[in-house]
């Protein structure tokens, strides 16, 4: 029988690890059915937080919300539900958008973006109401539970994803806690019934589906078509034939594809000749022509290029691919079955880290067709897959090669064929081999001009490609500019957003902007240290969970401080100020490249302990002026509204990258400390 909480300490506590593991949920869930928004995740965190923001501000609204919780979920359940099957238009390479067949429904992006951030933005004011509402007379004993039920939420999210929970296991958990925060005075049958059926509509949407931490994956079977058999997995025609599942299937991704996993032996080609097609349109190390003792697959997937280093005498393979469970579907169903190879080994993580302890000596190095599907965090435009494709990376698998080694380079878009090309001659310091007139493989490396089939194509540097490095990681994107997807959808955002605010509250409702400019600065400091983390520890799901909670147990530490030593409320917030702009001019000094390939702990003391300090003086500010506030609601509100302003500023990083970001922390916290002396 489900209680009601009608203590405020504890419904303040049971509200904010709701909020955060919903809003955990829904980044999770929602872009595997809309599959546009894994590349605006950081749009569904930033609407989660417009809304949480509103919220508080309606926290001396006399009607009650909280009755609307379950319905604001069931919200985003019907427009994720409504949306699953239109094709959403954009541009096809800032945003890598493609889609399989003839598309019946096509919308264009804004109006997605709009429907979706202002429906989040909905089912999230509840949530501000009732914590808002549960502020007592201690303002930061209340705001400690708040940071501690947030960081339970992350940890129960982490939870059910190392265990690949189903989505509907994630809502079976977290409905019936949002019914302990409705009034009693409500049919709890009726909350039940909701809560009942959109488990149910979840599951029915799910059914055949594998959840990794990063993607929603599903197994089809691999098609072809008989008139045209080049390999192509889109647009196929009325005609086509599927091969059987154990020659070959279609792994997709958030309902698009992702990867074929192909039997390309001799037996399989034998008895399928379109097989020969797609394996004479590939080039793997097979097309080297010489022995190979080790090798290296970074993105090796559900196997292909395994099973082809195996099949051309590999004497042992290493593959590191970040998604456990495609490594797990390739290992129990890949026809060829190279991971049960005992001369391959398996390993998941990220490929920057792996590359800091790989041992030298590698006669082929692997970059397959990596393509992650998805942001690297909400906090970020960076894809998963960013810091993979930059200069600095393709010189750590440089120094991984043997005397005569090759690094096989695969991007599958033509279009950044010239960026490619020199990221690799200013790695390497020579010109990079490419196979026949192919623009998506290029080899490169002391022995790239060994083999059959190969020419060089020698030409003077283009100064005018943009490379991408560790500092502007963002590989799709044409040029040091905000693409105007981003750009659009940002100025809906904020519209809507300033529209709300005047609506809701009028224009006398003016934000504390000493709040707002640290939330604005802190949401900053919290992409810097995703991006530093990252590179640093790897991109992997718990290395972010690791991120997000120990800001919040920073954030946390800084009210434990505030609250047992009375000396740091006689600190002149000149010296905090002074502490919080040393330890962001640390992070800027900080060689985080150049510290990724040390021990663990040294990267823990220096990477972690650096990305750490600014927290902490941050929250110790925050904690400072929190503690004094007459209206911790409003006060909070406009802390979370300026995350939003924060959210978009961070897409400033596209032009200047990402160390730039730093650089905005400290006008943005000097601004707050003008308005604090205010």
Not at 15 to 40: D, K, Q, T
Request: aromatic residues 12%.
């Amino acid at each position: 029988m489900v209680q009601h909480v009608s203590n405020p300490r504890v419904r303040l506590f049971v509200a904010s690890f709701l909020l955060l593991y919903f809003e955990l949920v829904m980044i999770r869930w929602i872009p595997g059915h809309v599959r546009v928004l894994a590349y605006f995740t950081n749009f569904v965190l930033i609407a989660c937080f417009f809304g949480m923001g509103l919220g508080l501000m309606l926290s001396r609204l006399k009607r009650d919300l909280s009755p609307f919780l379950v319905g604001g979920i069931a919200l985003l359940v019907v427009l994720a539900t409504a949306f699953k099957s239109l094709w959403v238009g954009g541009d096809a390479i800032a945003i890598f958008l493609e889609y399989e067949g003839q598309a019946k429904n096509y919308i264009a992006l804004a109006p997605v973006l709009a429907v979706f951030y202002m429906g989040i933005a909905v089912a999230f004011v509840p949530f501000g109401q009732v914590i808002g509402r549960a502020f007592q007379g201690n303002a930061l004993t209340d705001y400690s539970l708040n940071l501690f039920g947030s960081l339970i939420g992350i940890v129960v999210f982490s939870i059910c994803s190392f265990l690949s929970l189903p989505p509907w296991c994630w809502f079976l958990l977290g409905l019936p806690l949002l019914l302990t925060l409705v009034p009693p005075r409500l049919p709890l049958r009726i909350g039940t019934m909701i809560s009942a059926l959109l488990v149910l509509v979840v599951w029915n949407l799910d059914r055949g589906t594998i959840w990794s931490p990063y993607h929603k994956l599903e197994i089809v079977p691999a098609k072809y078509d008989p008139t045209n058999p080049d390999y192509h997995p889109y647009n196929l025609g009325s005609d086509a034939k599927e091969l059987p599942l154990e020659v070959a299937f279609n792994l997709r991704v958030n309902d698009d594809f992702y990867q074929n996993a192909v039997d390309l032996s001799d037996e399989a080609v034998a008895r399928y000749p379109v097989l020969r097609l797609w394996r004479d349109a590939s080039f793997t190390v097979c097309n080297l022509h010489r022995p190979l003792d080790r090798v290296l697959i970074v993105g090796g997937g559900s196997g292909n290029d395994a099973a082809a280093a195996l099949r051309c005498g590999a004497k042992h393979v290493d593959v590191v691919d970040i998604d456990p469970k495609i490594v797990e579907i390739g290992r129990a169903l890949h026809p060829e079955h190279p991971y049960s190879n005992p001369a391959v080994h398996v390993t998941i993580d990220d490929a920057r880290h792996f590359f800091h302890g790989a041992t030298p000596g590698y006669d082929a190095v692997v970059f397959a067709f990596l393509d992650s599907h998805r942001l690297l965090s909400t906090f970020s435009s960076l894809r998963l897959d960013s810091y993979v494709f930059t200069v600095e990376s393709f010189e750590e698998a440089r120094r991984l090669l043997s005397p005569s080694g090759v690094q096989i380079t695969a991007f599958a878009l033509a279009e950044f064929h010239t960026r490619f090309y020199e990221m690799l001659r200013a790695a390497y310091g020579e010109e990079p081999s490419i196979p026949g007139d192919s623009e998506i493989y290029y080899l490169s490396g002391p022995g790239a001009q060994i083999g059959t089939g190969l020419s060089v194509h020698p030409r003077p540097v283009d100064g005018t490609a943009v490379l991408a490095t560790d500092d502007w990681p963002f590989i799709y994107a044409y040029a040091r500019s905000i693409p105007f997807q981003y750009l659009s959808a940002l100025a809906m955002m904020l519209g809507i957003s300033f529209l709300a605010v005047r609506w809701i509250a009028g224009s006398s409702a003016i934000p504390d902007w000493h709040f707002f400019f640290l939330g604005a600065a802190f949401l900053l400091l919290e992409t810097h240290n995703v991006t530093a983390t990252a590179l640093a520890f790897g991109s992997t799901w718990y290395v972010n969970s690791v991120v997000f909670a120990s800001i919040l147990a920073m954030s946390l530490l800084s009210n434990f401080l505030m609250a047992k030593f009375r000396m740091m409320e006689k600190l002149p917030v000149v010296l905090i100020y002074g502490g919080l702009l040393a330890a962001l001019a640390l992070n800027w000094f900080l060689p985080v490249g150049l510290l990724a390939g040390t021990s663990f702990p040294m990267r823990f003391l220096t990477v972690g302990g650096t990305s750490a300090l600014p927290v902490l003086f941050a929250g110790i500010i925050f904690a400072r002026s929190f503690k004094t506030t007459t209206n911790p609601a409003h006060a909070l509100s406009s802390n979370i509204l300026g995350s939003v302003a924060g959210g978009a500023i961070e897409y400033v990083s596209l032009i200047t990258g990402l160390k730039f970001l730093i650089l905005i922390m400290v006008v943005l916290y000097g601004a707050s400390a003008v308005w604090a002396r205010r």
